[in-house]
């Protein structure tokens, strides 16, 4: 008889890197197109205006890493010091922890009897990562993962920034702020929606929320850059 193996990909199993990547993407492409349509209301030639976006994205993708990298490894210090001391738990009182394990499992509805057979069970083939999951809530799955989350921010913010200085090149300088701004709307529409299938929720509603936030940024720095413009002018 073969043996059942559990193979379904549940979208969970992609929380860590997804939120990252998804993240980086959408703030390389908002800040990016951002920053050139400021730039570019305020009078700015083509020159300054794919300098400035040069810049946006190398110092965006690198405060993209360290932020996720710090912001992670101190979820991954958390985690290490709640398992240290659940470590010495399992160690100085063992019978107080199976009883813990115990009764979490009759709170989620198992007789006494059964959720003590199980803990027994689950206690002698991993202590401590029972407790680790079924305690504290940590898993494999789960689990931070601080330089994959910082390398993958910055890899996808790269991504996102470069579509509005192709467009910067690619036209011509006095219609750069509305095309930049109308291809970042329709850039920012796919990466909601791509975004919102992998992680199987609706896709016109991450359309519909990225590409807002995404406008209103877009008007806000236009908005400055054609004040500061016509100030300096």
């Known amino acids: 008889m073969s043996r059942l193996s559990h193979s379904e990909i549940h979208m969970v199993h992609r929380i860590g890197w997804l939120r990252a990547a998804v993240l980086g993407a ?133 991504v996102g920034a470069v579509l509005p200085l192709i467009v910067v090149l690619l036209v011509p300088e006095a219609e750069i702020a509305l095309l930049v701004a109308v291809s970042t709307i329709f850039g920012l529409a796919v990466l909601g929606g791509l975004g919102a299938s992998v992680g199987g929720a609706s896709l016109v509603r991450g359309a519909a929320r990225v590409t807002l936030w995404g406008a209103l940024a877009m008007a806000a720095t236009a908005g400055v850059g054609a004040l500061f413009g016509v100030a300096v002018g």
């Open 26 to 158: 959408n703030d390389g492409l908002v800040s990016t197109a951002s920053l050139v349509v400021g730039v570019a209301a305020a009078g700015s030639g083509k020159p300054e205006v794919m300098i400035a976006g040069l810049a946006g994205l190398v110092a965006g993708a690198m405060s993209m890493a360290a932020g996720e990298y710090v912001s992670v490894s101190s979820q991954t210090d958390a985690e290490q010091a709640d398992l240290a001391r659940e470590t010495r738990e399992l160690e100085e009182t063992p019978e107080a922890e199976l009883e813990e394990l115990t009764r979490i499992y009759v709170e989620r509805g198992l007789d006494r009897d059964l959720a003590e057979k199980v803990a027994v069970q689950l206690t002698e083939r991993d202590a401590l990562g029972s407790h680790a999951r079924d305690e504290l809530g940590i898993s494999e799955t789960v689990t931070a993962r601080p330089l994959q989350a910082a390398l993958v921010s910055a890899l996808t913010f790269a």
